[in-house]
């Protein structure tokens, strides 16, 4: 039989009150914590407790920041996370090279479960990968859904929410986010 993990990392539902799952959201809380709370030039481009966590190459998180579980977090080289960004890692999520995310960007890789017992009372979600590819910007406060994969040098603007991939070179505003003509 499967752990609740396990579900999790197969893209299955699972019940993301389980203690092993709580157990990791934990670690992650104190790393985002000192993250946050660490003198700049202490923190340098990423407290060492989040640095543990987050897999990445010459990347900076700004603070505030805030993730779920870190360890499916993957930052290329010279990736840029504003001020206020959030990621919940269900899933994957990778960010490759060159990226830069505006202020108060919301990375959300869990669904869950439309039934309201399912989803209040057994905690039942879904989480799919989000993958960002290289040299993509994406404008402040923009959400990115779970399952979204957007293409090589795209651009997002301010305030849109991403329900659909996008395209290499594309660049899409609004909500829902559409092409801009």
């Not at 920041?65 to 840029?80: E, K």
């Not at 057994?122 to 923009?142: M, N």
Request: glycine letters at 10%; one cysteine or more.
């Amino acid at each position: 039989m499967k752990s609740e993990r396990q579900k999790m990392e197969a893209g299955e539902w699972y019940t993301c009150l389980d203690e092993e799952l709580e157990g990791l959201r934990e670690c992650a809380r104190a790393a985002v914590f000192e993250h946050n709370h660490l003198p700049p030039d202490q923190r340098k481009t990423m407290g060492p407790m989040l640095s543990r966590l987050v897999s990445a190459d010459r990347a900076i998180i700004e603070a505030p920041f805030h993730c779920a579980y870190g360890i499916n977090i993957t930052l290329g080289q010279d990736v840029f996370l504003n001020a206020g960004c959030t990621i919940l890692d269900c899933a994957p999520v990778i960010i490759e090279d060159q990226c830069q995310l505006g202020p108060n960007v919301q990375i959300y890789c869990a669904e869950h479960h439309k039934d309201p017992v399912k989803r209040s009372v057994e905690g039942l979600e879904v989480a799919h990968p989000v993958h960002i590819g290289r040299r993509v910007w994406i404008g402040g406060a923009a959400i990115i859904l779970a399952g979204v994969t957007i293409g090589e040098g795209a651009v997002v603007g301010a305030g849109s929410v991403v329900t659909k991939d996008v395209a290499p070179g594309q660049v899409v505003v609004g909500n829902p986010a559409r092409a801009r003509s």
